[in-house]
């Protein structure tokens, strides 16, 4: 009898316990204390973010929960049957960690002792699961060049994200994923170390189409989509031989420039294509300026390079480049990262600098690829400053 009652009073309080509230975490509202039978939902924290690159890896995505009925007084041979879609759980816990898949909504449990008929069934439903999803395409820059996740020892190789494409967990697009307040985040991290737009973005398999792929599988674009381009077209390390042999050619750079402004426009059409709105590109970091914010080169870093010709460098094509990703920007719509000011002071000769050099390249990872990208410091800092931004939803 009193388990009959139980159970209309249950039904008469079922709509209440699917009210739910999704913003920060799962919580299912409080149910009276007369309340028959509830359970408590939680997210169980998870580490930020979820690598999503393959269509595979979308589909597959989850958010745990931990679901309980601790709070209730039971007896100690109560048996707790879980069940969620297909899936069926039998234990003697009062709680459970659930998976659910973006496209499962309903929790259930059924609590049975072995000599009672007593059954009780609460059945809760969520809302999908739904993560912030961040992509990153580009560069070595965005790969986070030059800062393995553990640096080389003796006998063992330095490790990475990737290590074809020198992707790195200490670069600013994983640090910013990492960061993501109170949601789940998942990041799509494509960038890698030496592509161009022909050579890595947009050519056939390449990081573009990859992000397609996986699009179409989640059915929308993501939230929003980190970009670092323009330096491998424009051809920074031809500019550095150039300058060493006293042959800057700015002719050969101004059609250069033509040739990259028009390349991004390319990269803009296809992320309209894809419904990408949210694009946050970031101009490149100034290696050239000491502690006092003047252009030096005389750490010897950059070989062996006349002052004018560094500085001549430092106007005519890094900064030049740097406005014209500005003005590409402010054509297309993106959310420009100045990162002016990180690096006025701080370049590569600089006593406090934020850019690797050549020997610290060769100890953190066997070869001297880091050198001349932003260390480990310059990507906390430029994560910060993105982290900040307005209307990210961060
Ligand atoms: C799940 O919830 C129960 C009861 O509230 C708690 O004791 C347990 O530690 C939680 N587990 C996790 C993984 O959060
Ligand atoms: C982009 O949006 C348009 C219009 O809503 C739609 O027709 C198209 O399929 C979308 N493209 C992708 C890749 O989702
Ligand atoms: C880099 O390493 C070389 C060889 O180990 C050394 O001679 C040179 O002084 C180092 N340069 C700097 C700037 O520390
Ligand atoms: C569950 C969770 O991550 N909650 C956090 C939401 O954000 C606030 C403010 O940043 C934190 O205090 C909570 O811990």
Redesign the pocket.
């Known amino acids: 009898m009193l388990a009959f009652l139980y159970f209309v009073q249950m039904l008469i309080n079922f709509p209440k316990m699917m009210v739910i509230s999704w913003n920060n975490m799962i919580s299912f509202q409080k149910l009276p204390s007369s309340a028959p039978l509830n359970f408590r939902v939680t997210t169980v924290y998870q580490q930020n973010p979820e690598l999503w690159m393959t269509p595979a890896d979308v589909i597959r995505s989850t958010v745990a929960v931990n679901a309980s009925v601790c709070h209730l007084t039971m007896s100690k041979s109560t048996w707790l049957t879980w069940k969620v879609g297909d899936r069926v759980v039998e234990t003697r816990d009062c709680n459970q960690v659930i998976r659910l898949s973006s496209s499962e909504t309903i929790i259930s449990v059924t609590l049975s002792t072995p000599f009672k008929t007593q059954k009780f069934l609460s059945e809760l439903i969520s809302p999908p699961a739904k993560p912030y999803w961040l992509a990153a395409i580009g560069d070595s820059y965005s790969s986070g060049q030059g800062n393995p996740d553990i640096p080389m020892t003796h006998g063992s190789p330095a490790k990475w994200l990737d290590d074809s494409c020198y992707r790195s967990s200490k670069a600013f697009p994983y640090l910013v994923s990492q960061k993501i307040k109170n949601v789940t985040s998942s990041l799509s991290f494509l960038s890698c170390s030496g592509s161009t737009v022909d050579h890595g973005i947009l050519s056939k398999n390449g990081q573009m189409e990859r992000l397609?792929q996986m699009?179409?599988a989640r059915?929308?674009?993501p939230d929003v989509l980190f970009l670092t381009v323009g330096g491998n077209d424009i051809g920074f390390t031809d500019v550095i031989s150039m300058i060493q042999r006293d042959k800057l050619n700015e002719k050969f750079f101004d059609m250069r420039f033509f040739f990259v402004s028009h390349q991004i426009d390319r990269v803009a059409r296809r992320l309209e294509?894809?419904?990408i709105t949210r694009v946050v590109i970031l101009d490149y970091y100034d290696v050239t300026r000491n502690e006092k914010g003047v252009v030096d080169g005389s750490c010897g870093a950059f070989g062996q390079v006349s002052l004018p010709n560094l500085q001549l460098a430092e106007r005519k094509i890094f900064q030049k480049l740097n406005n014209l990703l500005r003005r590409k920007a402010k054509q297309h719509g993106w959310v420009t990262v100045d990162t002016t000011e990180i690096f006025r002071t701080r370049g590569i000769c600089s006593k406090d600098s934020l850019i690797r050099s050549r020997n610290e390249s060769m100890r953190l990872q066997g070869n001297e690829y880091g050198s001349f990208h932003p260390n480990e410091d310059a990507h906390v800092i430029i994560a910060e400053k993105i982290l900040k931004l307005d209307n990210l939803g961060f």
Do not use: F, V, Y
Request: cysteine-free; charged content about 20%.
């Open positions: 397609e699009i179409l059915g929308a674009p294509e894809l419904n």
